[in-house]
Nanobody
Framework: VQLQASGGGLVQAGGSLRLSCALT??????????MGWLRQAPGKEREQVAS????????YYADSVKGRFTISRDKTKNMVFLQLNSLTPEDTAVYYC????????????YGQGTQVTVSS
């Protein structure tokens, strides 16, 4: 399974974006997987923003994005989404979708990343 992220862009503070991640290629997607969105800002370490269990739909959010970001998945289309609302310049980063085989927050596969830039 390959991951292809899209939807980044330039937005003003307070604006919104919707990121998409397509799971493509041969192979089965297992209910035990978790799909996550991580981000990396310049000079900072990559951090987990949100995740969702593929089967149960259980979600996790970093404190910094709770109430502003929403992760979801469409099992019929093999897609994962991240809705970003009330964006601030601190949200500027490259966003990656990623797969956790064991659903435990350790990620073993990443998409190519999509740039989100929030202007003040």
């Amino acid at each position: 399974v390959q991951l292809q992220a899209s939807g980044g862009g330039l937005v003003q503070a307070g604006g919104s974006l919707r990121l998409s991640c397509a799971l493509t290629g041969p192979g089965r997607i297992f209910s035990s997987w978790a799909m996550g969105w991580l981000r990396q800002a310049p000079g900072k370490e990559r951090e987990q923003v949100a995740s969702i269990r593929w089967g149960a739909g259980t979600t996790y959010y970093a404190d910094s994005v709770k109430g502003r970001f929403t992760i979801s998945r469409d099992k019929t289309k093999n897609m994962v989404f991240l809705q970003l609302n009330s964006l601030t310049p601190e949200d500027t980063a490259v966003y990656y979708c990623a797969r956790s085989l064991r659903g435990d927050g350790t990620y073993d596969a990443y998409g190519q990343g999509t740039q989100v830039t929030v202007s003040s």
